[in-house]
């Protein structure tokens, strides 16, 4: 179950780790709206390179890669369906202009720029710690309870699916034979006990919440509170800094392209 | 029958949980594999019908070596009880659920039929034969998986923990159906830490700490060896606990049965007086 | 008999039915546990036993439903007149699988829960969750998640989850099911701990009496619904009752019930090894 791994959340701390996520989120929002702001290759280039240092400083660059490796599929796609169609639309039948092959690029590398931004806000933020910054920000309880125990749970379970799979493969049941409609047959054995035992594990969480005095006040207390640090105000500064300068160079800074960067 | 020959296996996730077991099981065999929780027991016996396969040395399953086939092959020979009953229940009727094995397998329609009629029976469960697996007690759940596993008679029955949770005439029932087992000629493995009821079935056990067997033996040897004991983190029984008290008396120290206590007892005020 | 001022928990003709059931699961139930003791539950499965201590929390009849008759009184108070919330002050409750009592990501953050949704503050609840890690004997453990500990380090952690609300009773049904018997004597030592040295009330359901009769001073055994014996331990665990019932009476007495049958006549009724190792002592040099 490799696909879970990610979630076996490896207690790293770094100086990136350590920031608060509410000031994280915020710098990934301003990536955010830079990225969709510029159609043009040259800033997206830069803005690709932006979150790099922060992968390195986190060390987060072996999961990094994992995931952008992850996400060129969807670019390959991103590029292919936006070269062919404008290509189609607006110069057919000539011979495709660079400038389409440029556009096409930066179209591909903003979606690249979007998944790194968040990619590296999900590797560097822990569950506990978004669970709390999300506690903070004054999401109701429910949701931010919800979201920290279904991750807590998320080995559990998976272990879980892998014992009933053993059990069942030790009555016969082979999973790898059989054609597709078989094959998919095959895990209702696996899919049922899974189903019935989280509806079980749920009563039983439900029982020792009561247990422990859920609901017994309007406004709850926390063990932990998120402080701003003096490395939270700088990223915010930064950042803030970073969409003024963005926003002036979109208003007022003509952008070469890279064609005629290269040219020169 | 099951011979491991200097088994070795160590998890995708670097930890190495058997560090060289060699162990021979014969037919019709009781044996007892007890240790504390993560001594290896349990990925042990997942080698013998080849849920797992070992990272260096061999596994032989009467005669054919585990990475040779599949674990449906070697299910049909090695029946393998799991802790918890909830993870094999799915079907809607107990009657469905012991025959599923059956159908993996290939029985034929009439064969199944009869090997039903016949686990469900012997699991005192006929009752529940259109029941919902789902609404049955605890203790029921684990009858109907016994059953299931039973039904298609395996040579091997291996159980994992069954006394977890039981109340005591729950394991003394579990204990005359070994016995029953064995009268069949079956090899029956129980990997438990319950050294009470070990104590009371008294049969060969395999002690086994950090991934290696530190002890092998009868029951009555093994459980009143306090080193070997304090080794692999369990309690003697407390019939045993009780003599080691009192070794100035000349008393022997192998006793983990209560009625040999007390033949012991007699014995020695007989012969005071 | 008992000290109507000293009982933490009443009950009269408790009876109890769960939504949809045909038959009650406990039938006029009739018990006084008293401040401080150690009470070890017990009975064949099915009993009635864990019905029994979800009526002491309020989960029965507010989480669960069903038809209560009788009336239940815990620390004072009668239990179906109060929320869930307010009874988790003063009783707390500890279940059978450690998995599903821990839904934090560290195990302070766990302990802390209970606190938290009674709003406590900080500083009182950072000292209460030391104070309770302290207690339990897992202050290392404070920062890992609970996936990474073993049963017996989870069923402690759970154990400290209840002990920072400070109750004065506390249940814990069948605790160490699914435990070694190392694990399960960690657990068996902390219960006694804050019995002997905190003075808390302790419940224990338990099937395995050999390994909680060291600890109890009470002992109730239930049997289809119903309380049948209700006394000291000695008394209890000797009863003919008890093993008509089934019960698994610990070795110890089993022995001096038969030596008694072959005409051996220990001085008092052991309950545990080392009464039964001087008691057979005493016999044995007489001759």
Same mark, same amino acid.
């Given at each position: ?9 490896? #207690? ?5 780790? #350590? ?14 709206? +830079? ?50 169609? !404008? ?22 590398? #903003? ?13 560097? !933020? ?36 892998? +014992? ?9 049941? &082979?999973? &790898? ?7 998919? #047959? ?23 919440? &009561? ?54 | ?35 504390? *929780? ?45 802790? *918890? ?9 107990? /009657?469905? /659920? ?22 469900? *029976? ?17 203790? /029921? ?112 120290? *192998? ?19 | ?84 919330? %307010? ?23 766990? @302990? ?11 500083? %009182?609840?950072?000292?209460? @969750? ?31 989850? @209840? ?63 119903? @309380? ?45 090894? %080392? ?13």
């Amino acid at each position: 179950m490799s696909m879970f791994e990610g979630f076996r959340f490896r #207690r790293v701390s770094s100086v990136i780790h #350590r920031l608060d996520p509410r000031v994280k989120f915020f710098f990934v929002c301003v990536l955010f709206v +830079t990225a969709i702001l510029f159609s043009k290759l040259t800033p997206l280039i830069l803005l690709f390179f932006v979150p790099l240092p922060f992968v390195l400083v986190a060390g987060v660059q072996r999961e990094w890669i994992r995931s952008m490796r992850g996400a060129l599929f969807f670019a390959v796609v991103i590029f292919l369906f936006n070269f062919v169609f !404008t290509y189609f639309y607006t110069q057919y039948p000539q011979f495709p202009s660079a400038s389409l092959l440029e556009r096409s690029l930066a179209m591909t590398l #903003r979606f690249l720029v979007l998944v790194e931004s968040f990619s590296v806000f999900f590797l560097t !933020t822990s569950p506990d710690h978004l669970g709390l910054a999300l506690e903070q920000s004054h999401v109701p309880y429910e949701f931010c309870f919800a979201f920290t125990t279904a991750v807590r749970f998320v080995p559990v379970l998976a272990d879980e699916a892998q +014992t009933i799979m053993d059990a069942q493969k030790a009555r016969g049941l &082979e999973l &790898e034979r059989g054609n597709f409609l078989k094959r998919v #047959r095959n895990y209702i054995p696996i899919l049922i006990p899974l189903i019935v035992g989280a509806i079980r594990r749920s009563l039983e969480l439900a029982e020792a919440m &009561e247990s422990r005095a859920w609901g017994a006040s309007e406004k709850r207390t926390n063990l932990y509170v998120l402080k701003l640090k003096n490395t939270d105000y700088l990223l915010a500064f930064g950042s803030v800094l970073m969409l003024i300068f963005a926003v002036y160079v979109w208003l007022y800074v003509p952008v070469p392209s890279l064609i005629t960067l290269l040219r020169l | 029958m099951i011979e491991v020959k200097d088994l070795y296996f160590t998890y995708p996730t670097g930890v190495e949980a058997l560090k060289g077991i060699t162990l021979t099981i014969d037919d019709g065999e009781f044996l007892a594999i007890m240790g504390q *929780n993560g001594a290896g027991k349990t990925t042990l016996v997942k080698h013998f019908n080849g849920l797992l396969k070992s990272t260096k040395g061999e596994v032989v399953v009467d005669g054919v070596s585990t990475r040779e086939v599949s674990v449906a092959q070697l299910a049909r020979k090695v029946g393998f009880v799991f802790q *918890n009953p909830d993870h094999q229940l799915f079907c809607e009727t107990v /009657e469905e /659920e012991v025959a599923f094995a059956l159908r993996n397998f290939g029985f034929e329609e009439n064969a199944i039929k009869k090997r039903v009629d016949w686990a469900l *029976n012997l699991l005192d469960v006929t009752q529940y034969r259109q029941t919902s697996p789902f609404m049955l007690s605890g203790g /029921e759940r684990k009858r109907v998986a016994l059953a299931s596993v039973l039904a298609w008679d395996p040579q091997v029955v291996i159980l994992d923990e069954p006394t977890i949770g039981q109340d005591h005439q729950q394991k003394e029932k579990l204990r005359q159906f070994i016995v029953q087992l064995n009268a069949q000629k079956k090899t029956v493995v129980v990997v438990t830490h319950d050294v009470e009821f070990v104590a009371e079935c008294n049969p060969r056990v395999v002690l086994m700490s950090g991934g290696k067997i530190v002890a092998e033996g009868l029951a009555e040897e093994i459980l009143t060896n306090q080193k070997l004991v304090a080794q692999a983190s369990i309690v003697p029984p407390q019939i045993t606990q009780i003599f080691l008290g009192l070794p100035d008396l000349g008393l022997p120290t *192998n006793v983990i049965d209560v009625h040999e206590a007390r033949r012991i007892l007699l014995d020695l005020l007989e012969g005071a007086s | 008999m008992a000290n109507e001022t000293l009982a933490v928990i009443k009950t009269r003709d408790l009876t109890y039915t769960y939504p949809g059931a045909t038959k009650a699961s406990i039938i006029d139930v009739s018990i006084t546990i008293e401040k401080g003791e150690f009470v070890v539950l017990t009975g064949p499965s099915g009993c009635g036993k864990t019905t029994l201590c979800r009526c002491f929390n309020g989960l029965i009849p507010l989480f669960y439903g069903g038809k209560l008759e009788g009336e239940v009184v815990v620390a004072g108070r009668k239990v179906a007149d109060h929320p869930i919330y %307010e009874l988790a002050r003063h009783v707390g409750l500890v279940f059978q699988n450690p998995e599903n009592q821990l839904f934090a990501l560290s195990v302070e953050k766990d @302990v802390a829960f209970g606190l938290e949704n009674l709003a406590v503050s900080r500083d %009182e609840m950072r000292k209460r @969750v030391d104070w309770a890690l302290q207690t339990t004997g897992i202050e290392e453990l404070s920062e890992r998640p609970p996936h990474e500990l073993s049963g017996g380090q989870q069923q402690r952690v759970a154990i400290a989850c @209840v002990l920072a609300m400070q109750p004065e009773v506390m249940i814990l049904d069948e605790p160490t099911s699914f435990l070694d018997p190392v694990g399960a004597q960690k657990i068996f030592e902390v219960m006694n701990e804050l019995n002997k040295k905190l003075g808390m009330t302790i419940i224990l359901v338990e099937h395995r009496l050999d390994l909680a009769s060291k600890y109890a001073n009470h002992v109730i055994v239930m049997d289809e619904g119903k @309380v049948v014996l209700d006394g000291e331990p000695r008394g209890v665990f000797n009863s003919e009752k008890a093993r008509l019932i089934g019960v698994g009476v610990p070795k110890a007495t089993r022995l001096y019930q038969i030596l008694r049958e072959s005409g051996i006549h220990l001085d008092r009724v052991p309950v545990t090894s %080392e009464e039964a190792t001087s008691l057979l002592r005493e016999v044995l040099k007489h001759d």
